[in-house]
């Protein structure tokens, strides 16, 4: 698909729908939502009804269908769409990183899942971990905040950008976000988090790590 076609596809899905599904990660602070969750932040955005079931349902077919960039379902642990899982990642996810949610899943399914909130949580949180750690390392540390960003970059959402770095680029980039109340934090500085101190530590290796975050969480 060539960029004209990426964009001429991007002005089909309405606005709100992403701003929907970036509130969604925003409240849970995850990568991992339920489409409950997404339906339910698209409802506070549309109040008349005709307007909202037509963006929901063309939503939901984008989502089932892998039309948003970054933006993956898999079936739920339940019969209703509202238990269907929804990752936003910063980046495409892999054929065998796919295969590797799918099995997880499936083994949640096999353990006849019943509606139990502490079983959905565990599946959440530990998807969420292979996210962080999949689009991580010693000096990128990722989080929902980072999809968040790239998801209202990638559909054109506004962004308004505060740049607080020194001349050596170091310091923090704010980013006001259409939609969402909370401003998204990219935070630079010189680190030693990759060296290994019984070999480097003499050579004086130092690198830069960047870090995203939410700015109402701790650093």
Wanted: proline share 1%; glycine share 4%.
């Amino acid at each position: 698909m060539n960029q004209t076609q990426i964009q001429t596809h991007q002005t089909q899905i309405d606005k709100r729908a992403i701003v929907a599904i970036a509130r969604a990660v925003e409240k849970k602070r995850s990568f991992v939502v339920w489409y409950g969750d997404i339906y339910d932040a698209l409802r506070n955005l549309i109040i008349e009804d005709d307007e909202f079931h037509e963006i929901e349902n063309k939503l939901y077919e984008d989502v089932v269908n892998g039309r948003i960039k970054n933006v993956y379902r898999f079936w739920g642990t339940c019969d209703s769409s509202e238990c269907d899982i929804v990752i936003v990642t910063p980046g495409e996810l892999s054929e065998k990183q796919l295969k590797i949610v799918e099995e997880l899943i499936e083994l949640y399914t096999f353990r006849l899942y019943d509606g139990d909130e502490d079983e959905r949580s565990e599946l959440t949180r530990t998807l969420h971990n292979l996210i962080k750690m999949w689009f991580s390392d010693c000096r990128y540390a990722s989080s929902p905040a980072e999809a968040v960003y790239v998801l209202a970059e990638k559909y054109m959402l506004d962004i308004e950008e505060e740049d607080d770095r020194d001349q050596w680029y170091v310091g923090k980039i704010y980013y006001s976000i259409e939609g969402i109340d909370v401003r998204i934090v990219k935070s630079t500085g010189y680190c030693t988090n990759c060296v290994d101190f019984y070999v480097d530590a003499y050579e004086g290796i130092v690198g830069k790590c960047t870090s995203w975050r939410f700015e109402d969480e701790d650093e």
